[in-house]
């Protein structure tokens, strides 16, 4: 918690701007007439932030895991596996719907 809450005044602000900027994309995407300059703008201005994240995301992770006992960290390892599977398996189920359809 306590590291949590060391990164907090960096990463929540950043959380929001990503959060606001994809759904600027998302915007830019949908309008009714397409502007591939002002999508790849906005795509762009998105992956800039989403790097930012990335690294804040990164240095959080490598302060948790240096106070994580080896079955903690154990624990973590098995628990993204898991994440992975289930990620894949929802994947494969909509590929599966559309190929269906």
């Known amino acids: 918690k ?11 602000p950043l959380i929001k701007q990503v ?3 994809r759904r600027a994309l998302r915007d830019t995407i949908r309008a ?3 502007d591939e300059t ?14 930012d ?5 990164a240095h ?3 302060d948790i895991r240096a106070v994580l006992t080896p079955e903690q960290l154990q624990k973590v390892k098995d628990m993204e596996i898991d ?10 189920r ?6 269906a359809d």
């Not at 994240?53 to 995301?57: D, F, I, K």
């Not at 909509?94 to 190929?99: E, F, G, K």
């Open 32 to 34: 009714e007439t397409i």
């Open 94 to 99: 909509v590929a599966n719907r559309i190929a």
């Open 83 to 92: 994440v992975d599977a289930r990620i894949d398996g929802f994947l494969h």
């Open 38 to 51: 002002a999508i790849r703008a906005q795509a762009a201005k998105v992956a800039s932030l989403e790097s």
């Open 53 to 57: 994240l990335a690294v804040q995301r």
């Open 60 to 62: 959080v992770s490598h």
């Open 19 to 21: 959060v606001t900027e």
């Open 2 to 12: 306590t590291i949590l809450h060391k990164y907090q005044p960096t990463v929540g």
